[in-house]
């Protein structure tokens, strides 16, 4: 049988599909250009690679790639575009000719109607949090977004800032695809966002003053869920800080800024999400939103056990009784884990935050499974404020059947309470304080909601 080759494009481009992240490990420069669903396998270009593929908006034939990347004081040699190219078209990542309609900023969540706009933010109640400097949401994520003027206004004062030897061209990749767009990320080094200095503080904060940050970094850690009767604020709780109590001496926030009165007030850059109308319940049967709503109002109005993950557990099973194990849960976590960092070793180092997080959660998860520690590890205070803040701002709600999110909730908890026995010498920084939020990070940086059993 004869392999059938995909054509190059005439006016190459990467699809809006593909996620391209610039990671930097120690002095090399790679660029990893991760498919839309987060188990396909990855394609790692070298910078010049990327180079040359940063031009590829559409609008370049395959000779004038090559000129552009000359502009840039890279010369590729005779055939290599072709064949970078070639590879990427036998992936299907490739289109052909300019996006029919660049992406705005006013258009990437703007509210459909004057209801929308004028829908009212209720905040999480009783909650207060102070962030503790230690750099550890720069450290967790690929993609922190960054709008266009944002980009301008940093590269402005790029010799004030220490980069390294990127170009300050090369400091930001669009969000998706190759085309530049009215949202872009900034490059990942040794870990942590490339503004992120030795002593774990902001560069751009410090250099250029507070009013420099982006805005999504501004409203992190607060994220918003629009369920069709008002805005839920709440936090992600991916942080130590949002889960640690703090003296009555310390300025604390509360989970929304008390200027953020309605739809029309929250940034684009902040996290908004809205609720779908249809909710995924018990394997293919769905529900419209208000039965959730309803369903986590009157979880509110109950006194909450002592011991959450196990109530958790037994909420699914009595939304859908299954004789699922949560010992076979617990493997199911750890197996994800452990081959998710085996993949990202490939351009990660072992000493990443992130990294150090994967094969914490999956020594953590296997041990609860095989020693049932599920069942005798002590509960921990924040896990009633963890649920409390995910429960209000319906966080995750729809992605999975409601009775798996239980599940899969009760696990975290679960292997967040061993995770404070096997706590080690690489897990003794500050961001590493409340497992929760580590756990809660690394799983939804990676889009890892696991459910498959390895035996």
Do not use: N
Not at 120 to 126: H, K
Not at 374 to 403: N, Q
Not at 404 to 418: D, E, F, N, T, Y
């Amino acid at each position: 049988m004869v392999a059938v080759t995909a054509p190059i494009p005439k006016f190459p481009r990467l699809t809006e599909q593909v996620l391209a992240r610039q990671y930097i490990r120690g002095s090399t420069v790679q660029v990893v250009l991760h498919p839309a669903a987060p188990a396909d396998d990855v394609l790692i270009l070298g910078r010049e690679a990327w180079i040359v593929l940063s031009a590829a908006d559409g609008t370049r034939t395959v000779e004038g790639l090559e000129l552009a990347a000359r502009a840039r004081g890279v010369r590729p040699r005779a055939g290599t575009v072709q064949g970078l190219l070639a590879a990427l078209a036998e992936c299907g990542l490739l289109a052909d000719g300019p996006p029919t309609e660049l992406e705005e900023l006013s258009a990437v969540r703007a509210p459909s109607t004057h209801a929308e706009a004028s829908r009212r933010v209720v905040a999480l109640p009783d909650y207060r949090w102070a962030c503790d400097g230690q750099g550890a949401c720069c450290s967790w994520f690929a993609s922190v977004l960054v709008t266009r003027e944002e980009v301008f206004r940093i590269r402005a004062h790029r010799s004030e800032l220490p980069l390294g030897t990127l170009a300050s061209e090369e400091l930001f990749l669009p969000r998706r695809g190759s085309v530049p767009q009215a949202l872009h990320v900034p490059t990942v080094r040794d870990g942590a966002c490339c503004f992120l200095e030795e002593d774990r503080r902001c560069g751009v904060h410090r250099r250029l003053g507070a009013g420099a940050k982006p805005e999504g970094c501004h409203q992190y850690p607060t994220c918003f869920m629009d369920d069709g009767v008002e805005i839920r604020a709440s936090v992600r709780t991916e942080c130590a800080c949002t889960l640690r109590v703090q003296p009555p001496d310390v300025a604390t926030l509360g989970a929304a800024d008390e200027r953020v009165r309605t739809r029309a007030d929250i940034p684009a850059t902040a996290a908004l999400d809205v609720l779908p109308e249809t909710i995924p319940w018990v394997g293919e049967a769905v529900v419209d939103r208000s039965v959730l709503r309803e369903w986590i109002a009157a979880r509110f109005r109950e006194a909450w056990p002592s011991d959450l993950a196990g109530w958790l557990w037994q909420l699914a099973t009595g939304l859908e009784p299954r004789s699922e194990s949560p010992a076979s849960a617990l493997r199911s976590l750890s197996f994800d884990c452990e081959r998710q960092a085996r993949r990202e070793g490939a351009w990660r180092g072992a000493s990443e935050p992130s990294m150090i997080g994967l094969q914490w959660i999956a020594e953590a998860a296997l041990l609860a499974a095989e020693v049932e520690a599920w069942d005798t590890v002590p509960v921990h205070p924040s896990e009633a404020l963890y649920l409390r803040a995910a429960w209000w701002a319906y966080v995750d709600a729809g992605a999975r059947p409601w009775s798996a999110w239980l599940r899969q909730r009760a696990v975290r908890i679960w292997v967040a309470r061993v995770m404070h026995r096997v706590r080690g010498d690489a897990q003794r920084h500050a961001m590493f304080d409340e497992p929760l939020t580590v756990v809660d990070a690394v799983l939804r940086s990676r889009g890892l909601p696991f459910g498959r059993d390895p035996s």
